[in-house]
């Protein structure tokens, strides 16, 4: 009987540390972090304050920056701004970026455009204001230039915008052999891949193979059969939201962008997708408040200037429903009790209509309320403004009945309430629908319509119905 073969001991390898996330930096960092940098910036300490930054990711440093205030955030970007990692620039924010453009000068900023992703490169340039971005453009190489420059000239917030062109190609004759051949040569392929496309002679795309179906199959296999084949395309000028809307409803993790001639041009990614889906849902919360834009980094007179446009607007809808009151000031005049319950009809209303616009906003956005369901949409949101209408028509006249002892003023202010809520209904869905429809984006002006349409038909019913019943 043999002896069996000794055991050899394979040393299992060390267990990698685990970085412990403190409560409050789960997603980002906390304030101690912040407080640490304005502590050292205080004692000078530079060495400390480059330790505090070594082992941040990108974007947890752009948030510090970001929270820093101006004097600090300078004088941290002259200690440790040649050293950051590319993408930190890429997270900033826009007014925070120019500040940064201005502190560390436009050469470092070209260095690090060079090294990052064409996607994020381009979103760092378009961000700049035109003196910036000329200065930062001349500062690239010649490639580089010519890469962003074929950017900027797609539309602004488009598929062209967000794609990044650096991708691997197959033709489809290519055999499981010749692709890994060439996948591990010395030739300039992308860092980071986990697909390849497969292109016919034009370079429009067949296909794509995922890297583990490479893997998996003998050399001689020919690409053609692993491809999977159907692909979603999309056009090099759609528009970021109709790109996150296509990615969200078919699940994509990528999609090929082409021109107009179907030919592959690059590649949008998964990741690239959430970023607009977040900017978009935030653009469209700042624009139902009146806001261009996030206002949060900007000076107060830059934020004053953007807000007074629609600020006007909201006065002359507010001139507006005062006279529709003043038509009604005699009547007001003999009955005192009219000025003090006037509001609650008005707020009833602009509160029922805001429930019905932000589910009319939220469907069209969405792709959801089309011209096949407008109508159902639309006598649904009459149906509950009417039921909600009559719901309260009895709370609010049994509570004015208790206060005033007043049986027929009662009796008008729950009739204006139900008027006001249908029609809260009616213009919280219609409104947005035809701002669409007119090619508007539903979610700048909505409001500011219908709270000029609640107030007045509230005002309206409520001051016209008491002229008729109670005088």
Same mark, same amino acid.
């Given at each position: 009987?043999s ?6 001991v ?5 267990a990698?540390?685990?970085v412990?996330i403190e409560?409050?930096?789960a997603?980002?960092f906390?304030?101690e972090h ?5 502590d ?17 990711h990108y974007?947890?440093?752009?948030d ?9 955030r300078?004088n941290?970007?002259k200690i440790v ?7 930190v620039?890429s997270?900033?924010d826009e007014d925070i970026?120019?500040e940064?453009v ?18 994020d490169a381009?979103?760092? @340039? ?7 971005? *000329?200065e ?6 010649h490639?580089?230039?010519?890469v962003?420059l ?7 917030d488009?598929?062209g915008?967000?794609?990044q ?15 890994l ?5 010395d ?5 980071n891949f986990y697909?390849?496309f497969?292109?016919d002679p034009k ?5 794509t ?5 490479l893997l ?5 296999v020919?690409?053609? *059969? ?30 090929p962008?082409v021109d107009a ?5 690059g590649?949008?990614?998964v ?6 889906i ?5 653009e ?7 806001? *261009?834009?996030?206002e ?5 007179l830059?934020?004053a ?7 006007v607007?909201?006065?002359?809808t507010? @001139?507006l429903?005062?006279l529709?009151?003043g038509l ?14 006037m509001?609650i ?6 509160n ?22 407008t109508?159902?949409?639309?006598? *649904?949101?009459?149906a509950?403004?009417g039921?909600n209408?009559?719901?309260f ?8 009945w208790?206060?005033?002892?007043d ?7 729950a009739?204006?309430m139900?008027?006001?809520?249908v029609?809260?209904?009616?213009a919280?869905a219609l409104?947005p629908v035809?701002?669409?429809?007119f090619?508007?984006d539903p979610?700048?002006s909505s409001?500011?319509f ?6 007045? @038909? ?6 016209g119905?008491?002229? @008729?019943?109670?005088?």
């Amino acid at each position: 009987m043999s002896d069996l073969p000794e055991q050899q001991v394979v040393e299992e390898p060390e267990a990698q540390t685990q970085v412990d996330i403190e409560q409050g930096d789960a997603f980002g960092f906390g304030d101690e972090h912040v407080n640490q940098v304005r502590d050292h910036l205080r004692s000078d300490n530079k060495e400390a304050i480059k330790g505090l930054f070594e082992d941040l990711h990108y974007a947890d440093v752009a948030d510090v920056v970001q929270q820093l205030k101006p004097d600090d955030r300078s004088n941290v970007l002259k200690i440790v701004g040649q050293e950051l990692e590319p993408e930190v620039w890429s997270e900033l924010d826009e007014d925070i970026l120019e500040e940064v453009v201005d502190e560390i000068g436009a050469d470092t900023v070209a260095r690090a455009i060079v090294e990052m992703e064409d996607d994020d490169a381009l979103a760092v @340039i378009e961000e700049l204001d035109e003196d910036d971005q *000329k200065e930062v453009l001349e500062a690239l190489p010649h490639g580089e230039r010519s890469v962003i420059l074929e950017g900027l000239s797609f539309p602004e917030d488009s598929a062209g915008r967000m794609m990044q062109r650096d991708l691997v190609t197959v033709p489809a004759f290519w055999s499981v052999g010749e692709t890994l051949d060439y996948l591990r040569s010395d030739i300039d392929l992308p860092e980071n891949f986990y697909e390849i496309f497969v292109v016919d002679p034009k370079q429009q795309p067949l296909g794509t193979v995922p890297l583990n179906q490479l893997l998996r199959n003998k050399r001689p296999v020919r690409v053609a *059969k692993l491809m999977e084949e159907q692909l979603t395309t999309i056009p090099v000028e759609t528009d970021q939201e109709e790109v996150a809307f296509i990615f969200r409803d078919r699940d994509l993790v990528s999609a090929p962008v082409v021109d107009a001639n179907s030919r592959l041009l690059g590649v949008i990614h998964v990741d690239d997708v959430v970023d607009v889906i977040d900017e978009e849902h935030e653009e469209d919360i700042m624009r139902m408040g009146g806001v *261009k834009q996030d206002e949060f980094y900007s000076s107060a007179l830059d934020a004053a200037k953007s807000r007074v446009v629609w600020l006007v607007v909201n006065l002359g809808t507010a @001139i507006l429903a005062s006279l529709v009151i003043g038509l009604f000031s005699s009547t007001i005049e003999q009955l005192v009790a009219l000025a003090v319950l006037m509001p609650i009809v008005a707020s009833m209303g602009g509160n029922a209509g805001t429930q019905t616009l932000t589910i009319a906003v939220r469907a069209i956005a969405m792709k959801e309320l089309t011209p096949a369901n407008t109508l159902r949409v639309v006598g *649904k949101e009459v149906a509950v403004g009417g039921v909600n209408g009559v719901i309260f028509a009895v709370l609010v006249g049994i509570c004015t009945w208790l206060w005033f002892g007043d049986t027929a003023l009662a009796g008008v202010i729950a009739a204006a309430m139900v008027v006001n809520m249908v029609v809260a209904g009616l213009a919280g869905a219609l409104i947005p629908v035809a701002l669409d429809r007119f090619g508007a984006d539903p979610a700048i002006s909505s409001s500011v319509f219908l709270t000029t349409v609640t107030d007045v @038909i509230g005002f309206f019913a409520f001051l016209g119905l008491a002229a @008729i019943f109670l005088l």
